[in-house]
């Protein structure tokens, strides 16, 4: 079973960067889709970024792409989200997902790491 640790949520500047991180444990990544997401107050829980971690493949809503990079550390087995030009709307919980390649559900969740963008 795949289970997920995200770090490096906090405060930053309009404007600023963050890196996210996700370990990912219990197993191979092999066959796996990761993905980023965010939820808001109020709002449902959006994706930012997924790459195929065999083929290394991305994919991007319109609101991450050119600013937010979602990438892999094999040997590490971990997944990045690096966030630049920051703004107060991209302020939301950020979670790391695990899915196998095909399947429409995410299974596997981590805890949540909170991003918050000052004005």
């Known amino acids: 079973q795949v289970q997920l640790e995200e770090s490096g949520g906090g405060l930053v500047q309009t404007g600023g960067s963050l890196r996210l991180s996700c370990v990912a444990s219990?197993?191979?990544?092999?066959?796996?889709?990761l993905g980023w997401f965010r939820q808001a107050p109020g709002k449902e829980r959006e994706y930012v970024g997924i790459?195929?971690?065999?083929?290394?493949?991305?994919y991007y809503p319109d609101s991450a792409k050119g600013r937010f990079t979602i990438s892999r550390d094999n040997a590490k087995t971990t997944v990045f989200l690096q966030m630049n030009s920051l703004q107060p709307e991209d302020t939301a919980v950020y979670y790391c997902?695990?899915?196998?390649?095909?399947?429409?559900?995410?299974?596997?969740w981590g805890q949540g790491t909170q991003v918050t963008v000052s004005s």
């Open positions: 790459i195929n971690w065999i083929t290394g493949n991305t």
């Open positions: 997902g695990a899915r196998r390649s095909g399947s429409r559900e995410y299974n596997y």
């Open positions: 219990g197993g191979t990544l092999s066959g796996y889709d």
